[in-house]
């Protein structure tokens, strides 16, 4: 019976720890608003969609402009009320409408995984209250606070009813598209390499060589102008591999030539952004960004001075998420409430 009961109760223990990443992985990314340092214009309903600007290759930020496009639909619109609108715009070169479907597909992609857990996971609560019914009063405890929380979720996930998930080519061609265009979460987001999955990434290998070509200079202008993301992302893959880095090696630090200087230089800049200093020095992304530290200054080679912090912009200093390099949360997509940030960069 003792074993019994304890084998019950790594169960139980297994499946709360499951449930619980499971919840704090589809929490809203932060930095969803808008951040502060850059004015919203007022959005223009009557302009009609342009073609995207092209970005110039080269890294040199361009002034944050603002740009006239029609207001995206409202967030807790039903996504298959939505979806043709917003597909019929990004392919008339609406790159917020393109970072849109990106979002809503990364969200719908988030909510069914998420809720495929739960339901596993409460299944396997029921299989262990039927095996120890002495246990019922914490299984029922358990249950309770599994049903509520799936029930969100599955609430969530109907916001995706009816809906066909974009290709793998299509998700990567509507990301860059707004990359490219200078919508700056858009840069982000597509130069650290969120819009490629796994999954599928035999799918769009074409779209990896164009991706190996734009990452770095995309990144770089992104950093430039003041996004804390891409330049922690830009001083982990310019490093390369870390000590104790995992078996996964993000999009970008694969696309990078090793440079401990430009890793010293871009993680000096990250280290002075007003978001970082304002960590406590036990946060996880100031101990990432320590340890990168270190490791950019045992490689520099010994003939090469330590450089300065490479420049940055200090407009865009909101809430810094868990998603620019090794530990990246599995969840990484963009947030749809960042698609109506109008923050775009000048070409």
């Known amino acids: ?14 499946i709360a720890l499951a449930v619980g990443a499971a919840i704090w992985w ?19 309903a009557s302009a009609p969609p342009e073609r995207a600007p092209a970005v110039p290759s080269g890294s040199h930020a361009g002034a944050a402009t603002l740009q006239p496009w029609p207001d995206l639909p409202p967030l807790d619109r039903p996504l298959r009320l939505v979806a043709d609108e917003l597909r019929a715009r990004a392919d008339a070169g609406d790159p917020l409408a393109a970072c849109r479907l990106v979002a809503e ?17 409460m299944k396997q609560i029921e299989r262990v209250a039927a095996d120890q019914p002495e246990r019922n009063r914490v299984s029922d405890d358990m249950r309770q606070r599994m049903r509520d929380t799936l029930d969100a979720r599955e609430q969530a996930l109907a916001h995706c009813a009816d809906v066909a998930s974009p290709t793998a080519a299509e ?39 164009v991706y190996r070509r734009e990452a770095e200079s995309i990144a770089l202008r ?27 090696r993000p999009l970008l630090e694969q696309t990078l030539p090793e440079n401990p200087g430009q890793a010293l230089a871009w993680a000096q800049a990250a280290l002075a952004h007003p978001a970082l200093a304002s960590l406590p020095d036990t946060h996880p992304l100031r101990v990432r960004l320590d340890m990168v530290l270190s490791e950019a200054t045992d490689r ?27 530990g990246t949360p599995p969840f990484a997509g963009i947030a749809r409430s960042e698609c109506s940030d109008r923050s775009f960069l000048s070409p």
Do not use: K, N, W
């Open 26 to 44: 589809a929490r809203p990314p932060a930095g969803a608003a808008s951040r502060p340092g850059i004015v919203a214009a007022e959005p223009v």
């Open 171 to 209: 998700r990567v061609r509507y990301a860059r598209q707004a990359a490219l265009a200078g919508h700056l979460p858009s840069m982000r987001h597509y130069a650290i390499g969120h819009s490629f999955r796994m999954r599928d990434i035999m799918d769009v290998l074409p779209q990896l060589e």
């Open 1 to 14: 019976m003792a074993g019994r009961t304890r084998t019950a109760l790594v169960v139980l223990g297994a």
């Open 105 to 121: 597909a990364d969200h719908c992609d988030q909510m069914q995984e998420v809720v495929g857990h739960l339901r596993q996971s």
């Open 300 to 326: 520099l080679p010994p003939d090469q001075r330590t450089p300065p912090p490479a420049a940055m912009a200090a407009g865009r200093s909101g809430p810094v998420r868990l998603s620019s390099g090794r």
């Open 222 to 248: 992104a950093a430039a102008a003041g996004d804390l993301e891409s330049a922690l992302a830009l001083a982990s893959a310019y490093l390369g591999d870390l000590p104790a880095g995992g078996p996964f």
